[in-house]
DNA sequence: TATGTATGGTAAG
DNA sequence: TTACCCTACATAA
């Protein structure tokens, strides 16, 4: 599940459910030990940077949560039935009318505002925030001689991109992954850029990841599959032109290309 | 029941 | 680069 579009929609969601009220929180795990600090106390903010989700309590405590790749979020109208409590829930935030239930996640914490800053300085920009810094981003890449293909899962340079996006993106662009970040134009750069931050904002409405045009889509959208929602990523061949598709081991994960609609 | 895989990240070597 | 952490689900046996 976890991308930048869905953090980012987490965030809105919790805004929208939570954010006012006076929560209770705990961990059924009993791994979160600090839930006491905030429990019972009014949330004033969530939000996300890349992957990260931001909660803010009327206390000044600011809860972290990062998903990683197993952590999931269940939204349940409260109170929570018992089976949303399994011992593997390591979060349970519970507002009046909703709770949400965080499981498996790598991170679910209290930060100090020290640690925050720490990790917001490794973060780079979100391209859902107000105004991203693209030219940033373009001294990142000239900056490093690594694939493009690496580059764009490393969060410091643009937070929120994963796996999937990131296959999605270079086939957009026409961009072989295996091009040195600090070759590749500014415009090839802000085209990266550009298609990020549409691909996320359609992630956030959609609810999922949908990279194929409007009127590519066949049916139903709620029927769509995912291998065929997407152009290369978990497919073995290109959903434009049917050629076989490549697969690298980039930044020791898998990342298929176009050989032939990726050659820029 | 066991195995493999997955939209992520960190820390050790 | 490798090992390791976290959970759930699909598939194989």
């Known amino acids: 599940m976890p991308e930048g579009h869905t953090i980012r929609r987490l965030a809105d969601d919790l805004t929208r459910d939570l954010v006012g009220q006076t929560l209770g929180v705990s961990s059924p795990q009993g791994r979160f030990d600090e839930a006491e600090l905030v429990d019972g106390k009014r949330l004033v903010r969530a939000e996300a940077h890349g992957k990260h989700l931001f909660c803010v309590f009327a206390n000044r405590r600011r809860l972290h949560v990062h998903l990683g790749l197993f952590g999931r979020v269940r939204r349940h109208p409260s109170p929570a039935p018992a ?22 996640p790598t991170a679910c914490e209290l930060v100090t505002p020290t640690a925050y800053r720490a990790l917001q300085a ?16 373009q001294a990142a890449f000239r900056r490093r001689r690594i694939p493009v293909g690496q580059l764009l899962l490393d969060q410091s340079v643009i937070a929120g991109i994963g796996n999937v996006y990131r296959a999605e993106i270079l086939f957009l662009c026409g961009i072989d992954p295996s091009r040195p970040a600090r070759d590749l ?48 990523y978990g497919r073995k061949q290109c959903r434009r032109c049917e050629s076989a598709l490549q697969t690298v081991l980039m930044g020791g994960r898998k990342l298929a290309f176009c050989p032939s609609c990726q050659r820029g």
């Open 185 to 232: 134009s500014d415009d090839q750069i802000a085209a990266i850029f550009e298609t990020t931050r549409r691909l996320l904002e359609a992630g956030v409405r959609d609810r999922r990841i949908i990279t194929i045009a409007p009127d590519e889509i066949v049916g139903a959208r709620s029927r769509l599959r995912r291998r065929e929602a997407v152009y290369v």
């Open 83 to 104: 089976s949303a409590l399994r011992l593997s829930t390591r979060l349970v935030l519970a507002g009046v009318r909703y709770t949400y239930t965080v499981t498996g």
């Open 122 to 137: 490794r973060l780079g920009e979100d391209p859902l925030h107000e105004a991203p810094d693209l030219a940033a981003i």
